[in-house]
């Protein structure tokens, strides 16, 4: 091949090939792909400079082993990774999780995603993305500690503020983030922005833990006034019920909407009057203590659906915030069946293809991850500047910014998202914007 191909049939294989049974990556690649390719036969110096043949191959993969001790006295193995995908337009940067179901393909379709969704924020961050195929279920608070520490004795010599800067996603918190940037700053024995996500006493941006709930809402708002809606009186359908899905909820509250679900791996919580403040801040206290959010249907006077999911029931907004592929054909036709007016995703890739092909062929409104789940990553990217200045954080000037950045996303996917009928295609714009970005860095830097 001596150009990037024209048909995305001719460009999966040749990624099928190079990546043998990386579903995940093979996903995400290809849903960037299909809008991107026919930019790229528009434009020969991307095709000819390879530039997304290059961005599918990370700059390099870390592989390692975690060995720890659990409270019973025996020696646990786990395997972590480090997929720092590419820096063409600033460090490293994005998240660590810590599940079972982490492998190298998952981290691969998440450092990809970041490529983009970094891209999209304005801000210098490059991409990567990392964890371990941990399970803290069940597993007592000296024991993530004892992970955590293990995980950091390979890490450290990975990252720095200016190389790779890593930052919570699922089951890694400000606590692991803490126990993290402890062992961190003893192996170093230096105090620098090389974790994001942090404690307010230590360097963490105000706003960091709300960022991507709140960032979600903020872009839902925008989303909305581009059709003539708005979110009041709005019934809103939000899967999980963690970091990103809490914050949603009260986000969307405050804006008006009506909050009816959260969710868990086996079952979903319907509170058809819709949930307060109060009662999102206590199914994360009660989650921080271990707890299901099942136990909480009955003093909420809600119902509890065991292995059910959210998207079945009638709501005008829904917001899958929960992990990869989590809604599927199935259950984007019972949303479209009920006439929902936009799906905005809050986890990375929620979607399966054959659920997005169902809201495409239904024209509903949807708006990508990438896009819409961007405000974490940049608030993570206000801490580097934070750190980088040794100075305070403002939790004013931060949500102001989250704003902002939330608005100018949404501009962004516009730029090139924008059909003849005037609706908006918010997967080509976000891919298609964030594509250029990368593209124009890395034609300047020459064959790299
Ligand atoms: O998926 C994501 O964007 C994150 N987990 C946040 C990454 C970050 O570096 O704040």
Redesign the pocket.
């Known amino acids: 091949m001596t150009a990037t191909p024209k048909t995305l049939e001719a460009f999966m294989n040749w990624t099928r090939e190079r990546n043998p049974g990386q579903e995940e990556f093979h996903q995400a690649v290809e849903e960037v792909a299909a809008h991107v390719l026919p930019f790229i036969a528009e434009h020969r110096e991307y095709a000819e400079a390879r530039i997304l043949e290059r961005l599918t191959e990370p700059d390099r993969i870390i592989s390692f082993r975690v060995s720890w001790m659990a409270d019973d006295g025996t020696v646990q193995v786990n395997r972590g990774w480090r997929v720092q995908l590419s820096n063409a337009i600033g460090p490293y940067?994005?998240?660590l999780r810590f599940t079972p179901g982490v492998s190298e393909s998952v981290l691969k379709f998440l450092a990809f995603e970041?490529a983009f969704?970094n891209a999209l924020t304005g801000l210098p961050l490059g991409a990567g993305k990392g964890g371990a195929d941990f399970d803290p279920r069940g597993r007592s608070d000296a024991e993530i500690m004892r992970f955590c520490q293990s995980f950091m004795t390979e890490l450290h010599r990975h990252i720095g503020p200016e190389i790779d800067i890593p930052?919570?996603?699922i089951n890694v918190g400000p606590r692991e983030i803490g126990w993290l940037f402890g062992a961190y700053k003893r192996i170093e024995n230096r105090f620098d922005g090389a974790l994001?996500?942090k404690g307010a006493s230590f360097g963490g941006a105000p706003l960091r833990p709300e960022a991507t709930g709140y960032g979600l809402i903020y872009f839902t708002a925008c989303a909305l006034e581009a059709m003539g809606e708005g979110m009041d009186g709005r019934s809103v359908l939000i899967s999980g019920a963690g970091n990103v899905a809490t914050h949603a909820a009260d986000e969307a509250i405050r804006q008006g909407g009506k909050v009816i679900t959260l969710s868990a791996h086996d079952g979903c919580l319907h509170h058809a009057a819709g949930f307060s403040h109060e009662q999102i801040n206590e199914v994360r206290s009660h989650k921080a203590g271990g707890g299901h959010i099942k136990d909480l249907a009955r003093p909420f006077g809600a119902k509890w659906r065991a292995d059910a999911k959210p998207w079945d029931l009638p709501g005008h907004i829904a917001l899958p915030c929960a992990t990869q592929n989590e809604m599927q054909e199935a259950d984007a036709q019972a949303l479209v069946d009920n006439g929902v007016l936009l799906v905005a995703e809050g986890a990375?890739m929620p979607l399966t293809p054959d659920a997005m092909g169902v809201l495409r062929r239904a024209r509903t409104a949807y708006a990508p991850g990438k896009a819409t789940?961007a405000g974490?990553?940049a608030v993570?990217g206000m801490e580097m500047s934070q750190n980088a200045m040794h100075g305070p954080g403002d939790r004013e000037h931060v949500c102001r910014r989250l704003n902002e950045t939330m608005v100018a996303i949404h501009q962004r996917c516009l730029e090139h998202g924008r059909r003849k009928d005037n609706r908006i295609d918010y997967v080509k714009g976000a891919n298609i914007a964030g594509f250029r970005k990368l593209a124009d860095a890395m034609l300047a830097y020459g064959v790299v």
Do not use: E, I, L, P
């Open positions: 940067k994005g998240g970041q969704k930052a919570g996603d994001t996500g990375n789940n974490g990553v993570s």
